[in-house]
């Protein structure tokens, strides 16, 4: 029997061989905001089954986190509404940019999944349900700081000004959807909480240990509650594996293997299920909005540590 790879070795010789790389993508400048970060950065921390965190270059400076948040937002809507919620938001992949508005049309407004920013804004819809913005806002920056078991993290105001500054699309995405009965609260209201969770801003550390209760069939090992049912967080990995990164998910289940969600900031969130929560950061995108960069280092951690879930 050969013995299983080092996991501190793994992760350090990733985060070298990354660090090295010169194709680094490009980073997003949609949000002027997010245009001004070094896309020489990478980072990567990896939370094992056991406790034990493993981490790489910069994996303690924060960064947006932008849509790797709707992980988090569907978690605590599902919490809210239960399974009510597909009524709303479908969980089929797009095969669409993630900001795009065709499906909408031919749909009546009920967005694909969850994950690409009509399906975000339908969720966040859901968790406003008539509640105050900054109620809504202070909710789910308290889930992710119990879910990372760390008070320190914070929304980055810059960010979510500069992306309403610029979020026409994301605009026109609540008010057609609004314009089909899919939204339910004022539209200022739904994108003011949108704008500000995408805004927040995490680590790898934070965001890997964030990530635990995906890997731990819905457990928080922190405080050994469930923070879902061990069915709901197997359905979230699904949908994560399916749609978390948009029209790239077939070429990322293809390449790592693992259900993931991708964010604009250039952050990957990975689950090996019983195995290890991941995250990574390389700010420069791929063709489809997902770090070029983090995709690649996924695909080496899961394939020298035997991770993916579909064998080794
Ligand atoms: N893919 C992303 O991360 C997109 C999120 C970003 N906040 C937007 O709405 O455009």
Redesign the pocket.
């Known amino acids: 029997m050969t013995a299983s790879p080092d996991l501190q070795t793994v992760v350090a010789e990733i985060a070298d061989e990354m660090a090295r790389r010169p194709d680094r993508g490009e980073v997003?400048t949609?949000?002027p905001e997010l245009a001004r970060v070094d896309p020489a950065r990478f980072g990567i921390a990896v939370v094992a089954a056991d406790g034990t965190v493993a981490m790489g270059g910069d994996a303690d400076v924060a960064f947006s986190i932008?849509?790797?948040s709707?992980v988090f937002t569907l978690t605590l809507a599902l919490g809210k509404i239960g399974d009510r919620l597909w009524r709303r938001v479908g969980r089929e992949p797009s095969g669409s940019p993630?900001?795009s508005i065709v499906q909408l049309e031919r749909e009546q407004g009920v967005p694909r999944n969850p994950f690409i920013?009509a399906g975000?804004i339908a969720v966040t819809d859901a968790i406003l349900s008539g509640h105050q913005p900054r109620e809504a806002l202070g909710e789910i920056l308290r889930f992710m700081r119990y879910l990372a078991d760390d008070e320190q993290i914070v929304i980055d105001e810059a960010v979510a000004a500069s992306?309403k500054g610029a979020?026409f699309?994301?605009v026109a995405l609540a008010n057609y959807m609004k314009s089909f009965g899919v939204i339910e609260n004022p539209v200022d209201y739904v994108l003011g909480v949108?704008?500000h969770h995408?805004?927040i801003a995490m680590s790898c550390r934070q965001l890997a240990m964030a990530g635990r209760f995906l890997t731990h069939a819905g457990r928080n090992p922190s405080t050994g509650h469930l923070v879902v049912t061990a069915e709901r967080a197997r359905r979230i990995n699904a949908v994560m594996l399916t749609c978390g990164h948009?029209d790239g998910s077939g070429e990322f289940a293809y390449r790592v293997g693992l259900p993931g969600k991708?964010?604009?900031?250039g952050g990957i969130l990975a689950v090996a299920p019983g195995r290890a929560s991941i995250a990574v950061w390389s700010p420069g995108l791929d063709a489809s909005?997902n770090s070029h960069l983090g995709r690649i280092a996924l695909e080496t951690l899961a394939k020298r540590m035997g991770w993916s879930i579909f064998g080794a």
């Not at 991708?262 to 900031?265: K, N, Q, R, Y």
């Open positions: 997003a949609y949000i932008q849509s790797v709707k993630f900001n920013n975000a992306e979020g699309r994301n949108y704008f995408c805004a948009y991708s964010g604009v900031g909005g």
